[in-house]
């Protein structure tokens, strides 16, 4: 059946429910049953009364550049390039490689890590400050070695110490001046009508179990100025990140997104029933995650968080780049009881049962995918694909690599 003669039988059948008597829909004072199915029919043009969005843009909330510590031991692509690729110019790759997408994108998160944000610049420039340190100067001889067979190890390494409580290269000054060189640069690229470049960056809950979140400003540099990113090193905790966001929200007027991301390596801690600290949830907590956390990343390179087959068992598809064989570091094996709280399907399910017990549902969300790429280029089609991190960049042995 055609559009036209399918909107033709639609609006006919109304009419004649409407004008064979039908009962009065609704106490419309002073109008005639024919006022009112005139009025509440079904008009044939698909376009009368529609007031919603109906355009789609596409983009990116989730690339790191050469700012993040763990790009930057191997990318040195910064986030001017990283812009300037996603709307569509060409630029170089830390290979060498020239890199272009098909078509520009729309929006763009450069999402770097808040821990140590802006230090691998400052490391591989030899700054005074950070060479004033003992840990700076280790990194600094080892990611300046020339020997770039020998570079893997040093980038495990650096990852590896920001595991701790505190910050392993700890300078308040060099955050700020990284932070708002970046919102600089944000504003000089958003170009309304063409370009939406949004200012956030990862809260990266370190740790085995994945509870990371990219956090996003409604607004432009006058706005994320007034603070600095919340790292891990603030708290692991997600819940205080939450309210961070609200005490800055309520302090400045601003509008604030949290989106988790790979609830498949969180081994079920991303959608629980629980709090941080393992006691039930609150109705304080519970909205405050629904206040902030309206969306969630579904999928990334990291694998498929929609759902899994032990869930979804006749769906075809939920078997579709699944990740999950541990946690995030691969220091706890997968459980099947863990899954029911990794996976978005079943969180919606969860949200329900909570909204029933505390009045809330902190799982009412949206879902959209992004890249998590670390190579500064917002590029994941097939054709187009330049890895995850810049030392998988295409290359005829990189078929050979596990991590891609």
């Known amino acids: 059946m055609n559009k036209t003669l399918r909107s033709i039988i639609v609006f006919a059948g109304c009419a004649c429910a409407a004008g064979a008597g039908a009962a009065d829909p609704g106490n419309h004072e002073g109008a005639t049953k024919s006022d009112v199915a005139r009025v509440t029919a079904p008009q044939f043009s698909p376009y009368a009364g529609r007031n919603y969005p109906t355009r789609v843009f596409w983009g990116d909330t989730h690339l790191h550049t050469s700012i993040s510590v763990d790009a930057g031991t191997m990318n040195r692509v910064g986030q001017e390039d990283a812009f300037r690729f996603a709307r569509g110019e060409e630029v170089t790759s830390t290979g060498g490689l020239r890199a272009k997408l098909a078509r520009p994108l729309d929006f763009l998160v450069i999402a770097d890590h808040a821990e140590m944000y802006g230090l691998m610049p400052q490391l591989l420039s030899g700054d005074p400050e950070v060479l004033a340190t003992d840990t700076g100067r280790k990194w600094h001889a080892a990611l300046t070695s020339g020997n770039t067979d020998s570079i893997f190890a040093p980038a495990m390494e650096i ?7 505190v910050a392993p290269i700890k300078n308040d000054k060099a955050v700020r001046n990284a932070w708002q060189a970046y919102t600089a640069l944000a504003d000089k690229y958003n170009e309304p ?51 961070y966001l609200a005490d800055f929200e309520q302090r400045n007027g601003a509008e604030m997104l949290a989106i988790p991301h790979n609830g498949n390596l969180s081994n079920g801690r991303m959608f629980t029933v629980e709090t ?14 629904a206040r902030f956390e309206r969306v969630i990343e579904a999928t990334q390179i990291k694998g498929d968080s929609e759902s899994h087959p032990y869930l979804s068992p006749s769906d075809e598809f939920a078997d579709y780049e699944k990740w999950d064989r541990s946690n995030l570091n691969g220091t706890e094996a997968k459980k099947p009881e863990m899954l029911q709280f990794e996976y978005a399907r079943e969180a919606l399910k969860t949200g329900l049962a909570l909204e029933r017990s505390l009045g809330v549902n902190p799982y009412k969300f949206g879902m959209l995918g992004s890249t998590d790429s670390h190579t500064s280029l917002a590029a994941v089609e097939e054709e187009n694909f330049f890895g995850k991190h810049s030392g998988v960049e295409p290359g005829p042995h990189r078929w050979e690599h596990v991590v891609i």
């Open 276 to 289: 941080f600290d393992g006691k039930p949830l609150t109705k304080d907590l519970a909205t405050l995650r």
């Open 159 to 165: 990852v590896a110490s920001l595991s701790g409580d």
């Open 193 to 243: 009508g063409r370009f939406t470049a949004l200012i956030g960056f990862e809260w990266t809950a370190i740790g085995g179990d994945n509870l990371h979140r990219n956090v996003v400003f409604r607004g432009n540099s006058s706005i994320a100025n007034r603070t600095v990113p919340y790292s891990q090193f603030d708290s692991q905790n997600p819940e205080d990140l939450w309210r």
